[in-house]
């Protein structure tokens, strides 16, 4: 498990107080809290460390490459608009599979750990600013756009060409189609069928997290081994190098070839799938937060060392993480009751349950401080920032209440002093 601390960092302060200040990166990770606490610029962060450790595991770049000329902050925390977010106190530390890193009196150094299996992950960053690929045309064309969303861009523009047929969206019975020829988005519901850039802004917010999760989850699934096909001919090109180095190498016996083999299998092809979500509730109704947000656990649970990344404002998505822990906890009680399953498929489907000890919410406060949420029987509890706003909501309409109660009765005092 990756374990990433933070402190004096854009508008972390202190960090967390708990786990020796270190935040586990679980299956399903989840950061709460006010406007520029820093959820954004902790999972910008984790997606930077993550990317840099596949990348220095695969041999693309060497750790001298990122530690010289200060390009960790100046190159590989630019692309994600984090370069100004350093002070002079700045103190980072990811502790990885393969690969540890600490950044500390502004300079980094790296660590490599020997002999330690490793997952490569297909990793992509889902930017809150993705409503806009769904209203421009020729959104590469543009200039100025944060350098992630060109990424998430090139991965949303594949998965709508992957598409053969009608793909159903997980709300309002509606599909998408992708018209190769002009190379047109199309939205289909029972009567109708009108552009993307024509859709709400609900499915506009939707649709790109939908196809890209599905497709690259799809890539690494491994009963849907793909993942190959994601390789850059460059890539191709230097996997076919080496691997016709240890065919041609009679030195090596059959067992070490195949090991050989395995390993650089293992390093230029993608395992697992990490999916960093911003703000999943953006533009959308309840129900289909809910519906969107089963639809990324059950993409989670395709393969093994998967993760789901997730920044909110919505109480919603917290209640609805609560369900799926339930659900999976039902889940293991019954067995083979085919009317009991049943029964829990209505509420929720046994794809999209999620398994309450690696889910973990942390919320981040205005003062810099991040606390993890405390759980009962694994799920999250309902004392987190989220639900005290809304209590905070219900609180103000009570006083409102006593002021309107003061009205009426300095109202009924008043004709009381008329009439005597």
Known sequence: MCKLKIKNFGPIRDGL??????????????????????KSSIVKLYATLVWLEKTLYRGDITEKSIVQ??????????????????????????????????????????????????????????????????VVDTPEKLKGLPKSLYTFLEEFEKAQKKQSNN?????????????????????????????LAEASSGIQSLLPIYLVSKNLSESIDGKNDVSK??????????????????????????????????????????????????????????????????SLFKFLNQTE??????????????????????????????????????????????????????SIVYELTENGIIKILPTYHDMPSDENYLNIKLDETNDLFYQLLEIEDKIESKNKNEIKSRDN
């Not at 919505?314 to 067995?335: F, G, V, W």
């Open 69 to 134: 000329y200060n390009r960790f902050r100046n190159k590989y925390c630019e692309y994600q608009g984090l370069k100004n977010y350093f002070l002079t106190n700045t103190y980072i530390e990811y502790i990885g599979d393969v690969y540890s890193f600490v950044y500390k009196d502004e300079k980094l150094s790296i660590k490599r750990e020997e002999n330690k299996d490793f997952l490569a992950p297909q990793i992509m960053y889902v930017p809150a600013e993705r409503n806009f690929l769904s």
């Open 167 to 195: 793909i159903q969206l997980p709300i309002n019975n509606i599909s998408f189609e992708f018209q190769k020829q002009n190379k047109i988005s199309y939205i289909i519901g029972k009567n109708y069928k009108i552009r």
């Open 17 to 38: 107080k708990e786990n020796s200040g270190f935040l586990e990166i679980k299956d399903t990770t989840i950061f709460i809290g006010n406007q520029a606490t820093g």
């Open 305 to 358: 060392g998967n993760k789901l990344i997730l920044t909110t404002h919505s109480p919603y998505i917290i209640n609805y993480l609560t369900l799926a822990i339930k659900a999976e906890q039902i889940l293991k009680k019954i067995s083979n009751n085919s009317i009991l399953l049943e029964d829990l498929e209505k509420v929720i489907s046994k794809e999209s349950c999620i398994d309450g000890r690696t």
């Open 229 to 294: 096909e994601s390789l850059s001919r460059k890539k191709q090109k230097k996997l076919q190098e080496e691997v016709a180095k240890i065919l041609s190498n009679d030195k090596l016996s059959e067992e070490v070839k195949e090991a050989s083999y395995q390993l650089l299998s293992s390093m230029y092809t993608n395992a697992c799938f990490i999916n960093i979500v911003e703000e999943l509730e953006q533009n959308l109704f309840p129900t289909s937060q809910k519906n969107l947000l089963f």
